[in-house]
């Protein structure tokens, strides 16, 4: 399974970015999207969810309301929009996808990819 990430860079606090995430080596909509950030000297953190088929999402407390999950099954590809960014937000972004089907906040990750940064500047 690999899985690209892209679309991050630089942006002003209250802009928006979107990244994408292209992944391959199996059948995509069979399993659970998610992305995650790294800030610097922090631990990796869950940032959000999408069940297959889209049906659910899951978002930390920290970007509800701001960010949005969605999965493109036909072109194997998920997305992170990203509003109103504050310098918070600043992190290396992954996509990941567990090993096996299955859905839950607390899902083991198995694939990730190399990671895109975001910076956000005050």
């Known amino acids: 399974v690999q899985l690209q990430a892209s679309g991050g860079g630089l942006v002003q606090a209250g802009g928006s970015l979107r990244l994408s995430c292209a992944a391959s080596?199996?059948?995509?909509?069979?399993?659970?999207m998610g992305w995650f950030r790294q800030a610097p000297g922090k631990e990796r953190e869950f940032v959000a969810s999408i069940s297959l088929s889209g049906m659910a999402t899951l978002y930390a407390d920290s970007v509800k309301g701001r960010f949005t999950i969605s999965r493109d099954d036909a072109k194997n590809m998920v997305y992170l929009q990203m509003n109103r960014l504050n310098p918070e937000d600043t992190a290396v972004y992954y996509c990941?996808?567990?090993?096996?089907?299955?859905?839950?906040?607390?899902?083991?990750?198995?694939?990730w990819g190399q990671g895109t940064q975001v910076t956000v500047s005050s």
């Open positions: 990941a996808t567990p090993k096996t089907t299955g859905w839950g906040r607390y899902l083991d990750y198995d694939y």
């Open positions: 080596g199996r059948t995509f909509n069979r399993y659970t």
